[in-house]
């Protein structure tokens, strides 16, 4: 079956194929067909998987383009990496293929926005399979494509809108650099395959200094996909897009491509000690930074989109740290527990009728017992709770961080660690305990001091996130139709049943890689790989590490459950701090000033010389012009002894200037 894994991104393209040309006939069954055609890439991924364990790589290939002494080639490889890809990619899309079919139910758009499920599916698939960098970028600009029309699905609505063109935009800015340093790579080695690219690599052929280029600017690619500092601010205005959507690319898949590229090309990043501490510093910065804004959001998917940020640095600081499989451990366990607190929120959104206020919620753990409960084990396994999938695959990373990093990384990674634990369950106890609030609470932040009117405006947006006056032909949101109060109830099962499928391998995936077991995960994605020896903590780190972890919910217990401790403690002893949090380090506003206007203002002069001098020329040639025609066209006014006059003076004229030039004159 190995050799018929191109058929695993083919399903998705048929029916995105389908959708895209019969997908309005079809209204609410086009569901049906998304999630038929990644069921049998699901299928098929599976049973490639068993085939690659224990076998080799398989590689197919055809000549694309050939000049000169270069022949660039199209086709697909499975190796140990991507086959573990394409698990995680088509079974997280296939649930959430199920869960939209309720989310999105009232969309009368549905089947377009099945389509685009389908044509992500098939980029992201591409991407994985691609056998070179070059068709890897190629399939990685395809998923910029589709984050952009999923981000921006509900059109109608101008933050949807804004969040889109920035998610697009700023992704390109790591892009650019990306495609420099494929360029350069190509200069130096005269291939885009990886193995070609590798012995090039291994065998001097490339210089360090233009190693370490090479990695810096793949890197900013990583950077920008995956959302790292400074490149992250597009990843918390993308939760505009449909809770699935967020689940699925924001989560799960596409920003853990930019995790994916450092991942497969990680023999040329390890040739560059320079470029390893640029990309560990990066990812523990970034991890520690995003865990910190977190802590104050009170839009329930703006909390899970930092915590997203913050985790996709944990995997970067893991392969900074020369933790490759810690890194791509945390890759896998963390698609299928995030993407369950994802969804999660989406189950919730959608009961309390897509409030989105974490203080409008409250009470709903008798309410909705199994989105309470598989919410519960996905705050458990990202918090790091053994015996939990993050507890095996975090301990891993810290143990990289103290063994190939320094003590400030080491540090950074414990704190952030301790954050993660207690904003995720100041997230749950707000959001599952208590007394259910059902809206009452007044405008946000309205009254709070540390929220500056932009701070206001972002919360009332999260309050009130859909458009309710768009016109019959824009079509409604799903349930944004309505706000009433009704007590919030449990799903239907095509919500309920992918939270118990992604809770259920939330607890478990850390098994495929139990030290009494002899680390079998790492054993396969090393195998053929000359990485050294993995970096493994002792026991006493796994200790510190839930230690840390039972610090964080017993803190976020005293204060959201128990109220042992005020809400407000840390806000009224650091009001500047949380002012500074909220407002996400002014980073946006900093990048408005600095980029933003500058950028328009120069472009508004550039017009404005563009209207008024090289137009202005334009016209004052055509005007010229156009009035000496205009003026010797009324002197042919039809009278022949004009015109006779006109040639003997023109005549004596045309005489009288070549006598003087003969000199008869003179």
Known sequence: MIQNAWLIPVFPLIAFLILLFIGKYLKQKASYVGIAALALSFIVSVMV???????????????????????????????????????????????????????????KRIHIFYAYLGLFSFSMLGLVLAPNVLQLFIFWELVGLCSFLLVGFWFFKPEAAAAAKKAFLTTRIGDVGLFIGLAILFNQTGS????????????????????????????????????QFPLHVWLPDAMEG??????????????????????????????????????????????????????????????????????LGFMILALGTAGYVAGLFHLMTHAFFKALLFLGAGSVIYAVH??????????LWGKMKITSITFLIGS??????????????????????????????????????????????????KTFTGEYRGGDHDDADANDPGVDAQGAADVAEADNPRDESMDEEAHVAPAEDHHDHHAPKEN?????????????????????????????????LTEGLNLGAQPHGALWLAILSLAVAAGGIALAWAMYY?????????????????????????????????????????????????????????NL??????????????????QLQTYGLVSILGGIVVIALAFVLRGYFG
């Open 621 to 638: 040639i055509g005007r010229i012009t156009s009035n000496t025609g205009r003026s010797a066209g009324r002197r042919h006014n039809g």
């Open 380 to 429: 458990l396994a990202i918090a790091g709770v053994f015996p939990l999938a993050g507890f095996w695959s975090k301990e891993e990373i810290l143990a990289s961080a103290l063994i190939n990093g320094d003590g400030f990384l080491f540090a950074i990674a414990l704190v952030t660690a301790f954050m993660t634990a207690f904003y995720m369950f100041r997230l749950f106890f």
């Open 492 to 524: 239907s099962g095509f919500m309920t049943f992918p939270l118990i499928v992604l809770a259920t391998l939330a607890a478990v995936a850390g098994l495929v890689n139990l030290p009494m077991f002899g680390h079998p995960l790492e054993g396969f």
């Open 242 to 311: 449909p809770t699935p959507v967020s689940a699925l690319i924001h989560a799960a898949t596409m920003v853990a491509a930019g995790v994916y590229l450092v991942g497969v090309m990680y023999p040329l990043f390890l040739a560059s000690p320079t470029a390893m501490t640029v990309v560990a510093y990066t990812g523990a910065i970034t991890a520690f930074l995003a865990a910190t804004m977190a802590l104050v959001m009170t839009d329930i998917k703006k909390v899970l989109a930092y915590s997203t940020i913050s985790q």
């Open 354 to 363: 897509h409030r989105q206020d974490i203080r409008d919620m409250g009470g």
């Open 562 to 618: 128990k109220g042992s401790i005020s809400e407000d403690y840390f806000t009224s002893k650091a009001p500047g701090v949380h002012k500074l949090l909220l407002n996400k380090y002014y980073l946006d506003d900093v990048y408005v000033t600095v980029f933003a206007r500058p950028t328009v203002a120069i472009g508004r002069f550039f017009w404005e010389m563009d209207k008024s001098i090289i137009d202005g020329i334009v």
């Open 192 to 227: 885009f395959d990886y193995a070609d690219i590798f012995a090039a690599v291994e065998n001097g052929l490339i210089n360090d200094t233009m190693i370490t280029t090479i990695a810096l600017l793949i890197f900013m690619g990583a950077v920008g996909k995956s959302a």
């Open 49 to 107: 998987l068993f085939e690659r364990i224990g076998g080799e790589t398989y590689t197919y290939v055809i000549d694309w383009i050939t000049f000169g002494e270069s022949t660039i080639t199209m086709g697909y490889e499975v190796t140990s990496l991507n086959a573990m890809m394409l698990i995680v990619v088509t079974l997280v899309s296939l649930v959430v293929h199920i869960f939209s079919r309720e989310y999105m139910h009232d969309d």
